[in-house]
């Protein structure tokens, strides 16, 4: 069990790298509800079904579906900045 | 150069917070407060989800703080982005059968959970944040798969939700009245893990399902008519 726990911190980790490193915008709000549904997960895990339960159903839903319908009406990739 | 400087400040504040958090004895001993409820919380408040009785009861008045910050919320962003004369929408796609199909059984079988889960919130884990969301998440899908959302009053939604809101307030007023506590238990407690006991904490959980519920469905309902 403890593996699994630990396999799944780590599996969250790439999630959340990957959602800030992706410049389609697209892509970036699904990997953060990626590591919403993950860390559900590790709360149902850790004996709190009522946090799993609140994560599951705002953080990996309906965040990402408010986040899709924002992107829909913007612009979808982020543009190059220099760095100076 | 400003990324090597922010890099350099997020593996400072990771070696802070792993520090700190090293210090805190994680899953060894009870703290005196979680004791206290562990120990009196079902014989005081009858509700057989200690969670539940924290949330509503011990800590009633910080949730009245909480659904009002996303009262607060709800009504900002329907101030930023309404706006009186619907723009002209260019026509949706009809939708498929089988998504129109699904989509339609479905839905109520979502609200049903979603209502089981915030009326059992003083028995089951779960409660009225969690019972609204998973309601707001079937509006969702109706908003995906099978309604035209322009056909539904929007103000609808407010009105649940100011309903909703003032059940919590009066509920709390009448324990000031009876006891001289905002928000005292005054109902009988009955025996706990029946559906009918706990006093109001149900009733409050219940306003708070239809609270969110109805919030969240607007935010959402807000986002897709704007622009």
């Known amino acids: ?84 | 150069m400003r990324k090597i400087i922010s890099f350099i400040l997020i593996v400072i504040i990771a070696i802070g917070v792993f520090f700190s958090l090293q210090e805190i004895p994680f899953g060894e001993t009870k703290s005196k407060v979680r004791e206290y409820y562990l120990d009196n919380g079902v014989k005081q408040t009858g509700a057989a989800n200690i969670v539940t009785s924290v949330v509503v009861s011990y800590r009633g008045f910080d949730t009245l703080g909480e659904v009002t910050v996303l009262f607060l919320a709800a009504i900002g962003l329907s101030a930023i982005l309404y706006r009186e004369e619907e723009k002209k929408r260019k026509k949706r796609r009809e939708s498929s059968l089988i998504l129109y199909t699904g989509c339609r059984f479905l839905f109520p079988l979502i609200l049903l959970f979603g209502s089981y889960i915030f009326i059992h919130g003083h028995l089951t884990p779960g409660g009225g944040f969690q019972g609204g969301a998973i309601i707001a998440s079937g509006f969702l899908l109706t908003m995906l798969g099978c309604w035209r959302w322009e056909g539904i009053n929007r103000s609808r939604f407010k009105i649940t939700e100011s309903l909703a809101g003032l059940v919590f307030v009066v509920v709390g007023l009448l324990g000031l009245l009876y006891g001289g506590y905002f928000l005292l238990n005054y109902l009988p407690k009955g025996i706990p893990n029946e559906l009918f006991s706990a006093g109001i904490i149900p009733i409050i959980y219940v306003a708070i399902g239809f609270k969110v519920g109805s919030e969240i469905a607007g935010i959402i309902d807000d986002m897709v008519r704007s622009e």
């Open chain 1, 1 to 84: 069990m403890i593996i699994l726990e630990i396999m799944l911190v780590f599996v969250m980790l790439v999630g959340a790298i990957a959602a800030g490193i992706f410049k389609d915008l697209l892509n970036a709000v699904i990997a953060a509800g990626f590591v919403s549904f993950i860390s559900a997960i590790l709360f149902y895990f850790l004996h709190a079904p009522d946090v799993a339960m609140a994560e599951a159903s705002i953080g990996a839903a309906l965040t990402v579906a408010i986040f899709i319908i924002a992107i829909k009406k913007t612009k979808r990739f982020e543009e190059d900045e220099e760095d100076n």
